[in-house]
């Protein structure tokens, strides 16, 4: 059973990336994936959540998108507009269900995200 986050790199203010978080060892589409990320000298925070609904934190909130695609047993986040606050290591990891980091069990290793000009 394996999670790898992967997609980072450096970006821009304003720029885009995907990250991917793929699955190997089980089948995505019947986990709750969040992804999480981490700022130097910062808790980890959670920015965004997937089971039957969509969640997003304040601080993304109309600028990142979680998807899935089954058929790669994948799930996606897509970040526009990106800002230096974003900058950071970014996790994904299965759950019981959307809500608190405690509820989280399985991290995949992060990519990291570096936002500037």
């Known amino acids: 059973v394996q999670l790898q986050a992967s997609g980072g790199g450096l970006v821009q203010p304003g720029g885009s990336l995907r990250l991917s978080c793929i699955a190997s060892?089980?089948?995505?589409?019947?986990?709750?994936i969040g992804w999480f990320r981490q700022a130097p000298g910062l808790e980890r925070e959670g920015v965004s959540c997937?089971?039957?609904?969509?969640y997003y934190s304040d601080s993304v909130k109309g600028r990142f998108t979680i998807s899935r695609d089954n058929a790669k047993n994948t799930v996606y986040l897509q970040m526009n507009s990106l800002k230096p606050e974003d900058t950071a290591v970014y996790y994904c990891?299965?759950?019981?269900?959307?809500?608190?980091?405690?509820?989280?069990?399985?991290w995949g290793q992060g990519t990291l995200v570096t936002v500037s000009s």
């Open positions: 997937i089971s039957s609904n969509t």
């Open positions: 060892g089980f089948t995505l589409e019947h986990y709750v």
């Open positions: 990891a299965t759950g019981e269900a959307c809500g608190p980091e405690n509820l989280f069990d399985y």
